[in-house]
């Protein structure tokens, strides 16, 4: 994995950042940017110079992003899947108190 991502570093490609973000994540985290890219300038043996650090750290931002609103999503499911059960199907209309307040305001032609 280190030749290929030193390879395609060098050819400086799309999306090596980030595929370097999420290879290196816990590390990054760790360390922060600028150290982790004099860590990484060492682990690939190439120079620091050739890692972009502000690519680098937007793809450190947005894996946490994503990080962030994946756990989020993953949170809220549990309380969705309670609301679905505690709904009783066909109850809804069958009270004439349920009726949304707006429909007083409804006239008839």
């Given at each position: 994995?280190?030749?290929?991502?030193?390879?395609?570093?060098?050819e400086n490609?799309?999306g090596?950042y980030?595929l370097?973000?999420?290879?290196?994540?816990?590390?990054?985290n760790?360390m922060g940017?600028s150290?982790?890219?004099?860590?990484?300038?060492e682990?690939?043996?190439?120079d620091?110079?050739?890692?972009?650090?502000?690519?680098l750290?937007?793809a450190?931002?947005?894996a946490q992003?994503?990080?962030k609103?994946k756990?989020?999503?993953?949170?809220?499911?549990?309380e969705?899947?309670?609301?679905?059960?505690?709904?009783?199907p066909?109850?809804?209309?069958?009270?004439?108190?349920?009726?949304?307040?707006?429909?007083?305001?409804i006239?008839?032609?």
């Amino acid at each position: 994995m280190k030749e290929f991502l030193k390879q395609k570093l060098l050819e400086n490609r799309s999306g090596i950042y980030s595929l370097i973000a999420h290879h290196y994540a816990s590390q990054i985290n760790e360390m922060g940017c600028s150290l982790f890219r004099d860590w990484l300038s060492e682990e690939l043996s190439v120079d620091k110079s050739a890692i972009n650090l502000t690519g680098l750290y937007s793809a450190s931002r947005r894996a946490q992003k994503k990080d962030k609103r994946k756990s989020k999503t993953d949170g809220l499911q549990p309380e969705l899947k309670n609301k679905q059960k505690s709904v009783i199907p066909g109850s809804t209309f069958s009270d004439p108190g349920s009726m949304p307040s707006s429909v007083d305001n409804i006239t008839e032609m």
